[in-house]
């Protein structure tokens, strides 16, 4: 079955900086999501990482905040700009268009960021 | 707008003991209907899910939900709970196959010995 990786798995910043998180997949897929999951909650969509274009954001969420690049089928990240302690949160990507389920989403393992 | 319901937070169910987690949507049309379950320190494994046809779908590790149209309803079931399951289960709903999600906060899930 195809496999969906994320790095780093967990780091701990320092408010103010950037941290980028990389989701690679190993085989193409059509759509590729990043959600949010804050500390004892569910998880909230940042936005759609579309290839070779703009992400399109959900409310809430800016391209300032989480800059999002997807160059190809199998790859994209999600950068967390200017930390604050409130961005402390499990960030997961997903993919829609395995083999394994064509309409099904399928989530990656998470990277868990800390901000101090 | 789409919504997902889970009323319960926190359930805790005896091990060989049968299980039902509620789950509660608000769409006007049919929709796509999934259930996650996220063990600890862990990613999203996908459960089940319901698009159409039979309204009683079989997932994985023994798990199966229905679909109740008129309830708005599509809650996971499992005869017989194991100390491994002990998770925290999300409901989930798409207005398209292979479009984003909206979640449900979650149900914790214990399982005493």
């Known amino acids: 079955s195809a496999v969906i990786s994320q790095k780093p798995s967990r780091d701990i910043c320092q408010r103010g900086t950037s941290l980028t998180i990389q989701c690679q997949v190993d085989?193409?897929?059509?759509?590729m999501f990043w959600y949010r999951q804050q500390p004892g909650q569910s998880l909230t969509l940042i936005a759609t990482?579309?290839?070779?274009?703009?992400?399109?954001?959900e409310s809430g969420f800016v391209i300032d905040k989480f800059p999002i690049s997807r160059p190809n089928l199998t790859f994209s990240t999600l950068t967390v700009s200017n930390m604050s302690p409130e961005d402390s949160s499990i960030y997961l990507c997903?993919?829609?268009?395995?083999?394994?389920?064509?309409?099904?989403?399928?989530f990656g393992p998470g990277t868990r960021l800390t901000v101090l | 707008a789409q919504s997902v319901t889970q009323p319960d937070i926190h359930i805790t169910v005896s091990e060989g003991a049968s299980l039902e987690l509620r789950c509660n949507y608000s769409?006007?049309?049919?929709?796509?209907l999934f259930w996650y379950v996220q063990s600890p320190g862990q990613g999203l494994q996908l459960l089940l899910k319901?698009?159409?046809?039979?309204?009683l779908v079989q997932g994985i590790k023994g798990f199966e939900a229905e679909f109740k149209r008129s309830q708005s309803s599509f809650n996971l079931r499992k005869p017989s709970v194991h100390w491994s399951d002990a998770a925290e289960y999300f409901c989930?709903?798409?207005?398209?196959?292979?479009?984003?999600?909206?979640f449900g906060k979650g149900t914790t899930l214990s399982v005493s010995s």
């Open positions: 990482a579309n290839q070779g274009s703009e992400a399109t954001y």
């Open positions: 769409y006007g049309a049919t929709p796509y």
């Open positions: 085989s193409q897929v059509t759509m």
């Open positions: 997903s993919v829609v268009g395995l083999a394994s389920g064509a309409d099904t989403q399928y």
């Open positions: 989930a709903v798409s207005n398209q196959a292979g479009t984003a999600l909206i």
């Open positions: 319901y698009f159409s046809g039979d309204t």
